[in-house]
């Protein structure tokens, strides 16, 4: 069993800063790649950020130059930096990655979310 469990997610002024940790523990024998999507309310969800094994990063544009996304592959962590937050910013954020198991298979796996809402 493998799961993704973020945390950091809160209430901030326009303008400011979180970051967001994701961690995955369980059977892991290897993670692939490492990604951030949002949900807001009424809308589809999103790809913020992703990262994959050799570091290369990918951000969606409405991000990019404001977050940063990293990994820490001792940790099985993945982390956002989120700056220069913006109303538009507001929404659930989920990790994602894709996850060699112990078992020898690959599944995508989703954490549960974290609320991020950008007050102006």
């Known amino acids: 069993q493998v799961r993704l469990v973020e945390s950091g997610g809160g209430l901030v002024q326009a303008g400011g800063s979180l970051r967001l940790s994701c961690a995955a523990s369980?059977?892991?024998?290897?993670?692939?790649?490492l990604g951030w999507y949002r949900q807001a309310p009424g809308k589809q969800r999103e790809v913020v950020a992703r990262?994959?094994?050799?570091?290369?990063?990918n951000y969606a544009d409405s991000v990019l130059g404001r977050f940063t996304i990293s990994r820490d592959n001792a940790k099985n962590t993945v982390y956002l930096q989120m700056n220069s937050l913006k109303p538009e910013d507001t929404a659930v954020y989920y990790c994602?990655?894709?996850?060699?198991?112990?078992?020898?298979?690959?599944?995508?796996?989703w954490g549960q979310g974290t609320q991020v809402t950008v007050s102006s």
């Open positions: 990262i994959i094994s050799d570091g290369s990063t």
């Open positions: 369980g059977s892991i024998f290897s993670i692939n790649d």
């Open positions: 994602n990655s894709g996850i060699r198991t112990t078992g020898g298979f690959v599944y995508e796996y």
